[in-house]
C-alpha cells in the first residue's frame, strides 16, 4: 500500500486524531470559470456543503424545468471532515429512491430486514442494501455494514480522510426506477465539486463509478469545466489521469479519449509523486474511474468489485488489509475471497446457493458480507 492508504492509516471512532485543516486557496481563474457556469443556470450559488444544521432527511421539491407530476431529489449533504485532511473524494451520481428510504411498502420481516442491511433507517448515501458500497468500505475499514449503524459507518470513512458526495444535487427520474438511464437531464443541477476541490487542498484523487463518470462529462454538469485547459500559474489544482495505474485503461476511455476534454492530463505515477514532493502548484487531482457498485451492474460478482475498489479507491497493493477475513477461507490478511486458492469462490458460492436457494433462513448472518452470490458471474 501507499503511505495514504496503509494498513496503519485506518481509523476508528475510537482512536481518531483531532487535526488541523489546512489552509486552502482560492482561484480567480476557478472563481471566473464558476461564476460562468452559474451564470448559464447549470450550478446554483455557491451550495452550502458543510450546512450550519444537518438536515435529517433529503428535501423534495417541485421541479422547476419539467412537468409538474415528476418529483425532483436532493441529493444529501456532503460526507466530510476537512480537519481529517481528506485525500479521496468519491462521487456517485445521485441517490436512488431506495437510498432516500423510499421503502413504504416493505412490512414486518422484510422491513426489518432492509433496515438491518442498510444499518439503519432514513436517507442514505448508497443506502440500497443490495448495493454493495458500504460492504466493501466496510471490508477494508474494519466493520460490518449489517452490525453498526449507518451514522457511525459514516464516521469511520470520514476519520479515514474519506469524502463521499454526488455528482447531481437534484434532478427528477423518467420513471419509478432510480436508474441513472432514466434521469430526465432538463431537471438537473449539480453540486458544486469545483468549489469543494478548492477548499479542500488535501484532496488528490476523485473516484468514479463509471455512470457517475459518464455524468459529470455531461453538458449539464462539467462539460465546460473539462473542456477549458486549467492555467498553470492560477488554477488550485489540475485533472489527470494516471497512464500506468490499476485503473488506467477505463479512466482514460472516459476522460483521456475524448478529444474536446481540455483539463485533464496524462501522467505517470512517478510524476504524481515528484509533483507532491515538490508541492507542484496546481496540484493534481487524479481522476479514477471503477465499476459501478450497484447491484444493476451485473456483469462482475461483488467479490471481484471488492479487490478492484480495494486497490483502485483504497490503494491497497497485491495483498488486502491486514485485517480483511476471506469468508470462504477464513484466512485473515492474505488474499481477497475472489483470489481464493483451490476453487474457494466458486464452492463458496455453490454452497450458498445449495444451502438458501429455497431456505427462509437469511444468509448473511452468519458472518458472510454479502447477499447470495451466482457463480455464473464468476
Known amino acids: 500500500m501507499d503511505d495514504a492508504h496503509s494498513n496503519n ?22 472563481v471566473q470559470k464558476m461564476n460562468r ?4 443556470s447549470l450550478i446554483p450559488s455557491r451550495s452550502s456543503y458543510f450546512p450550519p444544521a444537518k438536515r435529517s432527511k433529503a428535501t423534495l421539491d417541485l421541479p422547476t424545468s419539467s412537468t409538474t407530476t415528476d418529483t425532483v431529489t436532493r441529493s444529501l449533504d456532503v460526507i466530510c471532515t476537512p480537519s481529517s485532511h481528506p485525500h479521496t473524494l468519491v462521487l456517485g451520481t445521485h441517490p436512488g429512491k431506495v437510498s432516500l428510504n423510499w421503502a413504504s411498502k416493505k412490512k414486518g420481516a422484510a422491513l426489518e430486514k432492509f433496515i438491518r442491511k442498510r444499518g439503519g433507517n432514513g436517507p442514505q448515501n ?3 442494501p443490495a448495493n454493495s458500497f458500504w460492504n466493501i468500505a466496510g471490508s477494508f475499514l474494519n466493520y460490518r455494514r449489517d452490525q453498526i449503524k449507518y451514522e457511525e459507518q459514516t464516521t469511520i470513512w470520514k476519520d479515514n480522510s474519506l ?13 419509478d426506477s432510480s436508474l441513472d438511464s432514466k434521469i430526465n437531464m432538463n431537471t438537473v443541477v449539480p453540486n458544486d465539486i469545483p468549489s469543494l476541490l478548492n477548499d479542500l487542498p488535501t484532496l ?14 455531461k453538458k449539464q454538469c462539467f462539460k ?8 498553470p500559474t492560477d488554477a488550485p489544482f489540475e485533472f489527470c489521469v494516471c497512464t500506468d495505474g490499476v485503473a488506467s485503461i477505463e479512466t482514460m476511455k472516459v476522460f483521456d479519449t475524448p478529444n474536446w476534454i481540455k483539463a485533464v492530463v496524462p501522467v505517470t505515477t512517478a510524476q504524481m509523486k515528484d509533483a507532491v514532493t515538490s508541492n507542484r502548484s496546481p496540484r493534481y487531482v487524479e481522476l479514477v474511474v471503477l465499476p459501478s457498485t450497484s447491484p444493476a451492474n451485473a456483469s462482475i460478482n461483488n467479490a471481484l468489485k471488492e479487490k478492484i475498489w480495494h486497490i483502485g479507491c483504497f490503494g491497497c497493493k497485491d495483498v488486502p488489509s491486514l485485517h480483511y477475513k476471506c469468508a470462504a477461507c477464513g484466512e485473515t490478511g492474505t488474499h481477497w475471497l475472489i483470489d481464493c486458492k483451490n476453487d474457494g469462490y466458486d464452492a463458496w458460492c455453490r454452497e450458498r ?15 458472510d458480507r454479502w447477499l447470495f452470490s451466482n457463480p455464473k458471474n464468476v
Open 204 to 217: 488528490k484523487r476523485v473516484v468514479f463509478p463509471k455512470t457517475s463518470a459518464e455524468m459529470f462529462k
Open 224 to 231: 465546460n469545466l473539462l473542456s477549458t485547459p486549467a492555467s
Open 126 to 128: 448508497y443506502g440500497n
Open 163 to 175: 469524502a463521499l458526495w454526488d455528482v447531481i444535487r437534484s434532478c427528477s427520474y423518467k420513471d
Open 353 to 367: 446457493k445449495l444451502n438458501y436457494r429455497s431456505s427462509s433462513v437469511d444468509p448473511d448472518v452468519g458472518g
Open 9 to 30: 492509516s485506518i481509523v476508528s471512532p475510537s482512536n481518531t486524531n483531532k487535526r488541523k485543516r489546512k489552509a486552502g486557496t482560492s482561484s480567480s481563474r476557478t
Open 37 to 40: 457556469l452559474r451564470t448559464s
